[in-house]
């Protein structure tokens, strides 16, 4: 997996978002087994304490969970997984739509313009 | 989590000058910490006093409960921030040399280590480019099963990839009994790996926390942070 890490929020976090958007996209399948902790930590360059943090994090929200002879593995609860995606799309849109909104666009003309750029893009697809 | 050094009161005067002013300080194993600090400001002081090459003026420093000695020597593993070792020997005679010094030094890993690396055990010192030589030193530091090991600036000469070679090293080698003191000024390098931080200024401790905190509380990166702290 590709870690991209910025450094004004907490590392920990990062890698707790990053895991998520991994499992979102499928990168992590339901029920996977991951790497562990070190190897993982040595992938992403951070201290493996910041990534047993995450891990904790993950097994918290109940998207990972620890076996104790195997390893830890991604939650094979796929309704859950299902949750975290629609919230994650909705924090996103949220986020654009807020950023829209400042920039004085009414909801039915960014609406509108979603469309036409979609469309666009799509014809430059075809091209 | 167990205490692996503590300084007390600590002082260190180099003539009327004060290289490190009444430090206090007390580190955990497990952890993996960042010294930091503008040139001159005492990180490398502090090293040596750790690994006995210094002598304290005032105050006390003990590793593990002992005071650097002999004993402390056993358990602490330090890179200086110049190699010493001679040219004229080859790197398995490097390697010979520290399993002959230190009781704890895995020879395995290093061969290893050096394989990962593609380096031929049979060349001479001499024969390796300035960046090789530093990573042949930090792998025999680091094939150690220290309980402190103490870089001082390992990043600091080596290009990016090989830089990220280095941080590599020390997270696979990373044991939860040990506790790695990383002393450097390039920070946004080396920031995502630290647990913890130290700023040190002008021989005084200014700051000691996580970095997550530090994010947390301040939202905003180490470094950035660094250069708030010691604007010139």
Known sequence: MQWELNTDKPVYLQLVEQIQAGIISGIYKAGDKLPSVRELATEATVSPNTMQRAMTELERHGLVYANRTSGRFITSDENLIKKLKKQHI?????????????????????????????????????? | MSVILECKSLTKKFG???????????????????????????????????????????????????????????????????????????????INFFKDFYADFDEKKAY???????????????????GTKEKVQLILVMSRNADLYCLDEPIGGVDPAARDYILNTIITNYNENACVIIST?????????????????????????????IREKEGKSIDSLFREVFRC
């Not at chain 1, 666009?105 to 609406?111: A, F, G, K, P, S």
């Not at chain 2, 380096?119 to 480019?129: C, E, I, T």
């Open chain 2, 185 to 213: 000024h390039l920070i946004a390098d080396i920031e995502n790996v630290l647990d913890e931080v130290i700023f040190i200024k002008e021989g005084h401790l200014k700051l000691h926390a996580s970095v997550d905190e």
């Open chain 2, 112 to 130: 290893e280590m050096l394989k990962h690396l593609n380096l031929d055990a049979n060349k001479r010192l001499k024969a390796l480019s300035k």
């Open chain 2, 16 to 94: 009327s000058t004060a290289a490190l002013m009444d430090l206090n300080l007390t580190l955990e194993r497990g952890r993996i910490i960042g010294l930091l600090g503008p040139n001159g400001s005492g990180k490398t002081t502090l090293i040596k006093l750790i690994n006995g090459l210094l002598v304290p003026n005032e105050g006390s420093l003990k590793i593990n409960g002992i005071e650097p000695g002999v004993e402390s020597k056993k358990i602490v593993s330090y890179l200086p921030e110049r190699t010493y070792l001679p040219d004229w020997m080859k790197v398995s005679d490097t």
């Open chain 1, 90 to 127: 909705t924090e996103i849109t949220r986020d654009y739509l807020d950023r829209m909104e400042l920039l004085g666009l009414q909801l039915d003309e960014t609406i509108s313009f979603i469309t036409e750029v979609s469309e666009s893009n799509n014809n430059k697809n075809s091209v």
